[in-house]
Protein backbone atom coordinates (compact mmCIF):
# COMPACT_ATOMS: atom_id res chain seq x y z
CA UNK A 1 0.00 0.00 0.00
CA UNK A 2 2.72 2.42 0.75
CA UNK A 3 4.48 1.83 -2.16
CA UNK A 4 1.75 2.09 -4.46
CA UNK A 5 1.32 5.47 -3.20
CA UNK A 6 4.29 6.81 -3.60
CA UNK A 7 4.37 5.75 -7.26
CA UNK A 8 1.61 7.61 -8.01
CA UNK A 9 1.97 10.49 -5.69
CA UNK A 10 2.37 13.54 -7.51
CA UNK A 11 6.06 15.60 -7.40
CA UNK A 12 4.07 18.34 -5.01
CA UNK A 13 3.30 15.45 -2.21
CA UNK A 14 7.08 14.48 -2.57
CA UNK A 15 6.46 11.67 -5.54
CA UNK A 16 8.38 11.33 -8.38
CA UNK A 17 5.65 10.60 -10.90
CA UNK A 18 8.08 12.17 -13.57
CA UNK A 19 10.96 9.98 -13.09
CA UNK A 20 8.70 7.23 -13.03
CA UNK A 21 7.60 7.65 -16.11
CA UNK A 22 10.95 8.32 -17.49
CA UNK A 23 12.09 4.66 -16.16
CA UNK A 24 8.93 3.09 -17.32
CA UNK A 25 8.81 4.14 -20.64
CA UNK A 26 12.79 3.62 -20.95
CA UNK A 27 12.66 -0.18 -19.70
CA UNK A 28 9.58 -0.89 -21.83
CA UNK A 29 11.88 0.62 -25.08
CA UNK A 30 14.63 -1.18 -24.03
CA UNK A 31 12.81 -4.83 -24.09
CA UNK A 32 10.79 -4.43 -27.05
CA UNK A 33 13.94 -3.47 -28.94
CA UNK A 34 15.93 -6.54 -27.54
CA UNK A 35 12.77 -8.87 -28.45
CA UNK A 36 12.05 -7.74 -31.75
CA UNK A 37 16.18 -7.70 -32.62
CA UNK A 38 15.82 -11.55 -31.58
CA UNK A 39 12.76 -11.92 -33.52
CA UNK A 40 14.05 -10.55 -36.88
CA UNK A 41 17.24 -12.48 -36.34
CA UNK A 42 16.29 -15.79 -35.37
CA UNK A 43 13.41 -15.09 -38.92
CA UNK A 44 15.93 -14.37 -40.66
CA UNK A 45 18.35 -17.52 -40.05
CA UNK A 46 15.13 -19.29 -40.41
CA UNK A 47 14.31 -18.58 -43.75
CA UNK A 48 17.96 -18.87 -44.81
CA UNK A 49 18.05 -21.62 -43.81
CA UNK A 50 15.01 -23.08 -45.10
CA UNK A 51 15.96 -21.82 -48.76
CA UNK A 52 19.16 -23.28 -48.50
CA UNK A 53 17.36 -27.05 -47.53
CA UNK A 54 14.57 -26.04 -49.58
CA UNK A 55 16.42 -25.91 -52.90
CA UNK A 56 19.58 -27.04 -52.25
CA UNK A 57 21.01 -30.77 -51.90
CA UNK A 58 21.42 -31.75 -48.09
CA UNK A 59 24.31 -34.12 -49.18
CA UNK A 60 26.44 -33.93 -52.39
CA UNK A 61 28.24 -36.67 -53.13
CA UNK A 62 30.96 -37.00 -55.90
CA UNK A 63 33.84 -38.49 -56.96
CA UNK A 64 37.68 -37.97 -56.92
CA UNK A 65 39.26 -37.01 -59.83
CA UNK A 66 40.76 -39.95 -61.86
CA UNK A 67 43.71 -39.06 -64.59
CA UNK A 68 42.37 -40.43 -68.34
CA UNK A 69 45.13 -41.61 -70.64
CA UNK A 70 44.54 -37.80 -72.21
CA UNK A 71 45.24 -36.00 -69.07
CA UNK A 72 41.93 -34.72 -68.63
CA UNK A 73 40.66 -35.20 -65.24
CA UNK A 74 37.35 -37.25 -64.64
CA UNK A 75 35.02 -37.08 -61.86
CA UNK A 76 31.98 -38.14 -63.23
CA UNK A 77 29.82 -41.18 -61.59
CA UNK A 78 29.22 -43.65 -64.62
CA UNK A 79 27.06 -46.27 -62.28
CA UNK A 80 24.89 -43.41 -61.13
CA UNK A 81 22.30 -45.60 -60.80
CA UNK A 82 23.61 -48.36 -58.84
CA UNK A 83 25.32 -45.94 -56.51
CA UNK A 84 21.63 -43.89 -56.31
CA UNK A 85 20.03 -47.25 -55.01
CA UNK A 86 22.20 -48.06 -53.06
CA UNK A 87 22.44 -44.08 -50.86
CA UNK A 88 19.13 -44.35 -51.05
CA UNK A 89 18.62 -47.44 -48.69
CA UNK A 90 20.86 -45.54 -46.03
CA UNK A 91 18.48 -44.81 -42.78
CA UNK A 92 17.58 -41.46 -43.18
CA UNK A 93 17.74 -40.58 -46.77
CA UNK A 94 14.57 -39.66 -48.46
CA UNK A 95 15.98 -39.69 -51.92
CA UNK A 96 19.00 -39.57 -53.50
CA UNK A 97 18.87 -37.78 -57.64
CA UNK A 98 21.45 -38.07 -59.97
CA UNK A 99 22.69 -34.76 -61.15
CA UNK A 100 24.31 -32.93 -64.10
CA UNK A 101 25.49 -29.54 -64.07
CA UNK A 102 27.07 -26.67 -66.35
CA UNK A 103 27.61 -23.22 -66.50
CA UNK A 104 26.18 -22.03 -70.01
CA UNK A 105 24.64 -18.62 -71.69
CA UNK A 106 20.80 -17.89 -71.93
CA UNK A 107 19.36 -15.94 -74.48
CA UNK A 108 16.58 -14.07 -75.84
CA UNK A 109 16.69 -11.78 -78.79
CA UNK A 110 19.10 -9.29 -77.33
CA UNK A 111 19.42 -9.90 -73.96
CA UNK A 112 21.31 -12.49 -72.57
CA UNK A 113 21.80 -13.85 -69.01
CA UNK A 114 24.72 -16.22 -67.21
CA UNK A 115 22.91 -19.27 -65.91
CA UNK A 116 24.25 -23.03 -64.14
CA UNK A 117 21.96 -25.48 -65.28
CA UNK A 118 20.91 -28.51 -63.34
CA UNK A 119 19.81 -31.85 -64.89
CA UNK A 120 17.54 -33.33 -63.14
CA UNK A 121 14.49 -35.95 -63.71
CA UNK A 122 11.42 -34.64 -63.07
CA UNK A 123 10.05 -36.95 -60.43
CA UNK A 124 12.83 -35.82 -58.20
CA UNK A 125 12.60 -31.61 -59.29
CA UNK A 126 9.31 -31.68 -57.73
CA UNK A 127 10.33 -33.18 -54.54
CA UNK A 128 12.08 -29.72 -53.75
CA UNK A 129 9.68 -27.81 -52.03
CA UNK A 130 11.22 -24.37 -52.56
CA UNK A 131 11.29 -24.82 -56.50
CA UNK A 132 7.87 -27.34 -56.30
CA UNK A 133 5.73 -24.31 -54.56
CA UNK A 134 2.61 -23.85 -56.66
CA UNK A 135 2.20 -20.57 -54.99
CA UNK A 136 5.41 -18.77 -55.98
CA UNK A 137 5.63 -20.50 -59.27
CA UNK A 138 4.06 -20.47 -62.80
CA UNK A 139 3.92 -22.99 -65.60
CA UNK A 140 3.16 -27.00 -64.55
CA UNK A 141 6.01 -28.36 -63.31
CA UNK A 142 4.15 -31.55 -65.19
CA UNK A 143 5.49 -30.89 -68.22
CA UNK A 144 8.90 -30.37 -67.03
CA UNK A 145 9.94 -32.75 -69.51
CA UNK A 146 9.33 -30.99 -72.63
CA UNK A 147 11.29 -27.95 -71.70
CA UNK A 148 12.99 -26.03 -69.39
CA UNK A 149 12.32 -24.41 -65.92
CA UNK A 150 13.37 -21.13 -65.24
CA UNK A 151 14.18 -18.45 -61.37
CA UNK A 152 11.88 -15.74 -61.80
CA UNK A 153 15.11 -13.87 -61.68
CA UNK A 154 16.55 -15.21 -64.83
CA UNK A 155 13.16 -14.90 -66.54
CA UNK A 156 12.58 -11.23 -65.46
CA UNK A 157 16.44 -10.58 -66.74
CA UNK A 158 15.40 -12.23 -70.25
CA UNK A 159 12.20 -10.64 -70.40
CA UNK A 160 10.29 -14.26 -70.89
CA UNK A 161 7.37 -15.58 -69.90
CA UNK A 162 5.74 -19.39 -69.82
CA UNK A 163 5.61 -20.75 -72.94
CA UNK A 164 8.41 -18.56 -75.08
CA UNK A 165 11.83 -20.06 -76.25
CA UNK A 166 14.85 -19.28 -74.95
CA UNK A 167 18.24 -20.49 -76.37
CA UNK A 168 21.35 -21.73 -73.89
CA UNK A 169 24.52 -21.60 -75.71
CA UNK A 170 27.52 -23.93 -74.14
CA UNK A 171 31.24 -23.01 -75.86
CA UNK A 172 32.06 -26.56 -74.98
CA UNK A 173 29.30 -28.41 -77.56
CA UNK A 174 29.75 -30.49 -80.59
CA UNK A 175 33.40 -31.73 -81.30
CA UNK A 176 33.88 -31.97 -85.07
CA UNK A 177 36.72 -32.84 -86.88
CA UNK A 178 38.03 -29.38 -87.09
CA UNK A 179 37.59 -28.81 -82.96
CA UNK A 180 34.39 -28.32 -80.78
CA UNK A 181 32.02 -25.45 -81.95
CA UNK A 182 29.53 -23.99 -79.63
CA UNK A 183 26.53 -26.09 -78.43
CA UNK A 184 23.11 -23.70 -79.10
CA UNK A 185 20.17 -25.43 -78.68
CA UNK A 186 16.67 -23.97 -78.14
CA UNK A 187 14.14 -24.69 -74.87
CA UNK A 188 10.64 -23.85 -74.33
CA UNK A 189 9.93 -22.41 -70.99
CA UNK A 190 7.50 -24.78 -69.52
CA UNK A 191 7.77 -23.39 -65.90
CA UNK A 192 9.32 -20.46 -63.53
CA UNK A 193 10.10 -21.27 -60.04
CA UNK A 194 10.79 -19.03 -57.08
CA UNK A 195 13.46 -20.31 -54.59
CA UNK A 196 12.76 -17.02 -52.37
CA UNK A 197 16.83 -16.49 -52.51
CA UNK A 198 17.90 -13.65 -54.65
CA UNK A 199 21.04 -15.64 -55.93
CA UNK A 200 19.51 -19.06 -56.92
CA UNK A 201 16.70 -17.32 -58.92
CA UNK A 202 18.96 -14.99 -60.57
CA UNK A 203 21.15 -17.56 -61.87
CA UNK A 204 19.57 -20.90 -62.04
CA UNK A 205 17.68 -23.20 -64.52
CA UNK A 206 17.00 -26.80 -64.80
CA UNK A 207 16.74 -29.29 -67.76
CA UNK A 208 15.74 -32.89 -67.86
CA UNK A 209 18.34 -34.80 -67.48
CA UNK A 210 18.75 -37.32 -70.40
CA UNK A 211 18.58 -33.87 -72.41
CA UNK A 212 20.90 -32.16 -69.94
CA UNK A 213 22.99 -35.23 -70.42
CA UNK A 214 23.49 -34.72 -74.14
CA UNK A 215 23.87 -31.05 -73.73
CA UNK A 216 26.95 -31.07 -71.59
CA UNK A 217 28.43 -33.98 -73.27
CA UNK A 218 27.77 -36.48 -70.13
CA UNK A 219 26.45 -39.22 -72.27
CA UNK A 220 25.81 -42.31 -69.45
CA UNK A 221 27.15 -40.49 -66.48
CA UNK A 222 26.49 -37.46 -63.89
CA UNK A 223 28.71 -34.60 -62.28
CA UNK A 224 27.07 -35.69 -58.95
CA UNK A 225 24.61 -36.98 -56.75
CA UNK A 226 21.74 -34.55 -55.29
CA UNK A 227 20.87 -36.50 -51.16
CA UNK A 228 18.00 -35.42 -49.19
CA UNK A 229 18.02 -36.75 -45.72
CA UNK A 230 14.59 -36.75 -43.59
CA UNK A 231 16.99 -34.76 -40.42
CA UNK A 232 19.15 -31.76 -42.46
CA UNK A 233 20.33 -30.43 -38.92
CA UNK A 234 22.07 -33.85 -38.23
CA UNK A 235 23.54 -34.53 -41.67
CA UNK A 236 27.12 -34.46 -39.94
CA UNK A 237 26.11 -37.86 -38.49
CA UNK A 238 25.55 -39.51 -41.51
CA UNK A 239 28.48 -39.30 -43.65
CA UNK A 240 30.36 -42.57 -42.75
CA UNK A 241 27.44 -44.21 -44.17
CA UNK A 242 26.51 -42.42 -46.93
CA UNK A 243 30.38 -42.70 -48.13
CA UNK A 244 30.49 -46.55 -47.27
CA UNK A 245 27.34 -47.07 -49.39
CA UNK A 246 28.74 -44.67 -52.47
CA UNK A 247 31.80 -46.62 -53.29
CA UNK A 248 35.63 -45.66 -52.42
CA UNK A 249 36.11 -42.47 -54.65
CA UNK A 250 33.14 -41.31 -53.45
CA UNK A 251 33.43 -37.22 -51.37
CA UNK A 252 30.91 -35.84 -49.34
CA UNK A 253 29.77 -32.16 -49.55
CA UNK A 254 26.83 -31.21 -46.97
CA UNK A 255 24.87 -28.44 -46.57
CA UNK A 256 26.64 -26.94 -43.39
CA UNK A 257 30.05 -27.28 -45.47
CA UNK A 258 28.30 -24.71 -48.01
CA UNK A 259 27.11 -22.17 -45.70
CA UNK A 260 28.75 -23.32 -42.41
CA UNK A 261 31.09 -20.09 -42.63
CA UNK A 262 27.86 -17.85 -43.26
CA UNK A 263 25.93 -19.18 -40.44
CA UNK A 264 29.23 -19.17 -38.05
CA UNK A 265 29.09 -15.35 -38.91
CA UNK A 266 25.39 -15.69 -38.14
CA UNK A 267 25.73 -16.73 -34.67
CA UNK A 268 28.56 -14.70 -34.09
CA UNK A 269 26.40 -11.77 -34.79
CA UNK A 270 23.65 -12.98 -32.60
CA UNK A 271 25.72 -12.65 -28.84
CA UNK A 272 27.17 -9.35 -30.12
CA UNK A 273 23.43 -7.99 -30.30
CA UNK A 274 22.31 -9.51 -27.22
CA UNK A 275 25.34 -8.14 -25.57
CA UNK A 276 24.51 -4.37 -26.82
CA UNK A 277 20.98 -4.69 -26.23
CA UNK A 278 21.74 -5.85 -23.10
CA UNK A 279 23.94 -2.59 -22.33
CA UNK A 280 20.81 -0.71 -23.30
CA UNK A 281 18.49 -2.37 -21.12
CA UNK A 282 21.15 -1.92 -18.52
CA UNK A 283 21.00 1.56 -19.57
CA UNK A 284 17.18 1.95 -19.01
CA UNK A 285 16.87 0.27 -15.58
CA UNK A 286 19.14 2.72 -14.48
CA UNK A 287 16.41 5.38 -14.23
CA UNK A 288 14.74 3.44 -11.83
CA UNK A 289 18.09 3.98 -9.49
CA UNK A 290 17.98 7.45 -10.17
CA UNK A 291 14.22 8.20 -9.84
CA UNK A 292 14.15 5.88 -6.68
CA UNK A 293 16.92 7.68 -4.93
CA UNK A 294 15.64 10.88 -5.52
CA UNK A 295 12.20 9.34 -3.78
CA UNK A 296 13.99 8.21 -0.89
CA UNK A 297 15.08 11.91 -0.29
CA UNK A 298 11.80 13.29 -0.21
CA UNK A 299 10.86 10.53 1.72
CA UNK A 300 13.25 10.84 4.29
CA UNK A 301 10.76 12.06 6.94
CA UNK A 302 8.06 9.39 5.98
CA UNK A 303 10.85 6.82 6.71
CA UNK A 304 11.72 7.99 9.98
CA UNK A 305 8.30 8.58 11.55
CA UNK A 306 7.30 4.86 9.79
CA UNK A 307 11.02 3.67 11.54
CA UNK A 308 9.76 5.36 14.82
CA UNK A 309 6.43 4.03 15.36
CA UNK A 310 7.85 0.23 14.91
CA UNK A 311 8.56 -0.56 11.12
CA UNK A 312 11.88 -2.65 10.26
CA UNK A 313 14.22 -2.37 8.32
CA UNK A 314 13.46 -4.98 6.23
CA UNK A 315 10.16 -3.51 5.79
CA UNK A 316 11.44 -0.30 4.65
CA UNK A 317 13.42 -2.04 2.44
CA UNK A 318 10.52 -4.01 0.75
CA UNK A 319 8.34 -0.84 0.05
CA UNK A 320 11.32 0.68 -2.01
CA UNK A 321 12.07 -2.13 -3.83
CA UNK A 322 8.58 -2.82 -4.72
CA UNK A 323 8.51 0.30 -5.83
CA UNK A 324 11.19 -0.66 -8.25
CA UNK A 325 10.43 -3.42 -9.11
CA UNK A 326 7.09 -2.70 -9.91
CA UNK A 327 8.23 -0.22 -12.69
CA UNK A 328 10.54 -2.63 -13.92
CA UNK A 329 7.52 -5.58 -14.51
CA UNK A 330 5.18 -2.78 -16.05
CA UNK A 331 7.55 -1.91 -18.43
CA UNK A 332 9.00 -5.38 -19.12
CA UNK A 333 5.16 -6.11 -19.80
CA UNK A 334 4.53 -3.46 -21.96
CA UNK A 335 7.74 -3.87 -23.81
CA UNK A 336 6.86 -7.71 -24.28
CA UNK A 337 3.78 -6.61 -25.49
CA UNK A 338 5.38 -4.12 -28.28
CA UNK A 339 7.76 -6.57 -29.13
CA UNK A 340 5.53 -9.37 -29.99
CA UNK A 341 2.86 -7.30 -32.05
CA UNK A 342 6.10 -6.19 -34.21
CA UNK A 343 7.30 -9.45 -34.79
CA UNK A 344 3.18 -10.81 -35.64
CA UNK A 345 2.66 -7.75 -38.31
CA UNK A 346 6.29 -7.81 -39.33
CA UNK A 347 5.55 -7.59 -43.07
CA UNK A 348 2.57 -5.49 -42.37
CA UNK A 349 5.35 -2.84 -40.57
CA UNK A 350 7.32 -3.39 -43.23
CA UNK A 351 5.48 -2.71 -46.15
CA UNK A 352 4.24 0.43 -44.48
CA UNK A 353 8.17 1.35 -44.28
CA UNK A 354 9.18 0.03 -47.57
CA UNK A 355 6.18 2.28 -49.61
CA UNK A 356 7.15 5.48 -47.39
CA UNK A 357 10.83 5.23 -48.84
CA UNK A 358 9.50 4.67 -52.08
CA UNK A 359 10.91 0.78 -52.28
CA UNK A 360 14.05 0.99 -51.93
CA UNK A 361 13.87 -0.19 -47.89
CA UNK A 362 14.79 -3.49 -48.85
CA UNK A 363 17.92 -4.53 -51.34
CA UNK A 364 17.13 -8.46 -52.40
CA UNK A 365 20.52 -8.61 -53.92
CA UNK A 366 22.41 -7.45 -50.85
CA UNK A 367 20.47 -9.45 -48.72
CA UNK A 368 19.74 -11.99 -50.42
CA UNK A 369 16.27 -12.74 -49.23
CA UNK A 370 12.84 -10.70 -50.30
CA UNK A 371 11.64 -9.40 -46.97
CA UNK A 372 12.32 -8.95 -43.28
CA UNK A 373 11.33 -12.05 -41.58
CA UNK A 374 10.77 -12.48 -37.97
CA UNK A 375 9.63 -15.51 -35.97
CA UNK A 376 9.00 -15.43 -32.77
CA UNK A 377 10.38 -17.76 -30.21
CA UNK A 378 9.87 -18.08 -26.83
CA UNK A 379 13.07 -18.87 -25.48
CA UNK A 380 13.77 -15.12 -27.07
CA UNK A 381 11.32 -14.00 -24.85
CA UNK A 382 11.64 -15.72 -22.15
CA UNK A 383 15.72 -14.58 -22.31
CA UNK A 384 14.70 -10.85 -22.94
CA UNK A 385 12.49 -10.86 -19.96
CA UNK A 386 14.53 -12.20 -17.39
CA UNK A 387 17.50 -9.66 -18.57
CA UNK A 388 14.89 -7.22 -18.14
CA UNK A 389 13.13 -8.13 -14.67
CA UNK A 390 16.99 -9.61 -13.05
CA UNK A 391 18.41 -6.22 -14.00
CA UNK A 392 15.37 -4.54 -12.82
CA UNK A 393 15.64 -6.23 -9.53
CA UNK A 394 19.08 -6.15 -9.32
CA UNK A 395 19.53 -2.31 -9.55
CA UNK A 396 16.31 -1.62 -6.75
CA UNK A 397 18.08 -3.23 -4.18
CA UNK A 398 21.05 -0.20 -3.39
CA UNK A 399 18.32 2.53 -3.21
CA UNK A 400 16.11 0.43 -1.21
CA UNK A 401 19.12 -0.31 1.81
CA UNK A 402 20.06 3.50 1.21
CA UNK A 403 16.55 3.85 2.62
CA UNK A 404 15.76 0.69 4.96
CA UNK A 405 19.52 1.70 6.58
CA UNK A 406 18.60 5.47 7.21
CA UNK A 407 18.84 6.28 10.63
CA UNK A 408 15.40 7.90 12.14
CA UNK A 409 16.89 10.56 14.28
CA UNK A 410 19.09 11.83 11.73
CA UNK A 411 15.83 11.77 9.30
CA UNK A 412 13.60 13.71 11.68
CA UNK A 413 16.00 16.50 12.99
CA UNK A 414 15.67 19.35 11.00
CA UNK A 415 11.65 18.54 10.80
Known amino acids: MIAWRYLRARRAEGGVSVMTWISLIGITLAVFALIATLAVRSGFRAEFVDTILGANAHVTIYNLGEVKPNGQIDRTIADYRAMAEAVAEVPGVTRAAPLVRGQVMANKHQANAGVEVFGIAGEDLATLPRI ?15 GIALGSGVASTLGVQVGDTIKLISPNGVKTAFGTSPRVNGYE ?30 EGVVDELEVMVEEPEAVDTMGPALLQAAGERAQVWTWRDASGSFLSALDIEDRVMFVILSILVLIAAMNIVSGLIMLVKNKGRDIGILRTMGLTEGSVLRVFFICGAFTGLIGTAMGVLLGCLFAIYVDQIFAAVNWLSGGTAWDASVRGIYFL ?21 VVTIFP ?16
Not at 132 to 146: H, K, L, M, Q
Not at 400 to 415: C, G
Open 189 to 218: VVYIFSAGRYDIDRTRAYLPLGEAQTFFNR
Open 400 to 415: ARRAARMNPVEALRYE
Open 132 to 146: ANPETSEGEIARFDE
Open 373 to 393: PAKLQIGDVLSAVALSLGLSF
